[in-house]
């Protein structure tokens, strides 16, 4: 499904991605770890082609199209989903218009309000939030509980997750992962799943974990390599 080979990205004049490969299969989940300021939310951004993100060299396919020259727009419309790590406010605009504009060429007014209603159930989401303005004044839960809205209204088919899980009390970590595993057992999307905790295999049985260092993949291995992290941090894995 997603093909990325020899990837080299610069923001502003610094090379942050070095020559990455990674390989995502159907139904495939991946889990990328790495020390801060390794590149992961870099990556996931030029995936989804994020403006300023400059692909000095390399590809990226997605169902063998090549995609490093598509807008966000467009990206999207492939049925690539990113739930970034800091969700963005926007004021003015209610929660309800914002979804409205998003579905609108899939379904009819009535089909939307029915569909969004089941799924901020399913998140235990209040309805009176449809009425707010964008993330404006919600609480970091909150502003993660709306990317999973969102993922589930759009159904991508490739879903990135850049630090889901970071500040979630436990009964929302619960909840997000109920509905990302019955959304990916439904549809079999893939997922990639950038997180810090080495805890996320309670959560979701993973098929690789990989390492991103300095701007690229040192290490790909299966979900056994998180215990060692949790031991030994990153330095081993580095040093080898
Ligand atoms: N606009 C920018 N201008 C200059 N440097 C940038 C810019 N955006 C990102 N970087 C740098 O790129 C590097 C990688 O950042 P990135 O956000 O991808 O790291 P990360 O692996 O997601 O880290 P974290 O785990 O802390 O989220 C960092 O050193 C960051 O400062
Ligand atoms: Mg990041």
């Known amino acids: 499904m997603l093909d990325i080979n020899n990837l080299y990205v610069k923001i502003k004049n610094n090379l942050i991605i070095k020559g990455l490969n990674l390989k995502i299969k159907n139904n495939e989940i991946h889990i990328i770890m790495g020390p801060n300021g390794s590149g992961k939310s870099t ?30 727009y467009e990206i999207s419309k ?3 989903y990113l739930s970034f790590q800091y969700p963005i406010e926007i004021n003015g605009i209610t929660m309800y218009s914002y979804l409205k504009t998003i579905l609108k060429k899939k379904y009819n007014n009535r089909v939307i309000l029915k569909k969004i ?30 990317e999973i809205l969102q993922m589930l ?4 088919k490739l879903v990135i997750l850049d630090e889901i899980d970071s500040g979630l009390d436990i009964d ?19 997922i990639i799943i950038i997180t810090h905790n080495t805890n996320i295999i309670k959560y979701i049985n993973t098929n690789y974990v990989h ?30």
């Open 78 to 80: 492939l049925g690539i």
């Open 43 to 72: 990556l996931s951004y030029v995936i989804s082609g994020k403006q300023k993100y400059i692909i000095e060299k390399g590809k990226i396919l997605f169902n063998n199209k090549l995609i490093n020259n598509l807008s966000p």
């Open 172 to 190: 929302t970590l619960n909840i997000i992962f109920k509905n990302i595993n019955k959304y990916k057992k439904k549809y079999k999307c893939s």
């Open 211 to 240: 390492i991103l260092y300095n701007g690229k993949i040192i290490k790909s291995s299966n979900k056994n390599i998180i215990e060692k992290i949790e031991k030994y941090g990153y330095k081993k894995i580095v040093k080898q």
């Open 153 to 156: 209204l759009l159904k991508p």
């Open 117 to 146: 209603y089941k799924v901020c159930k399913k998140l235990k989401i209040n309805k009176n939030y449809l009425y707010r303005y964008f993330n404006v004044g919600f609480s970091g839960g909150e502003k993660k509980k709306n």
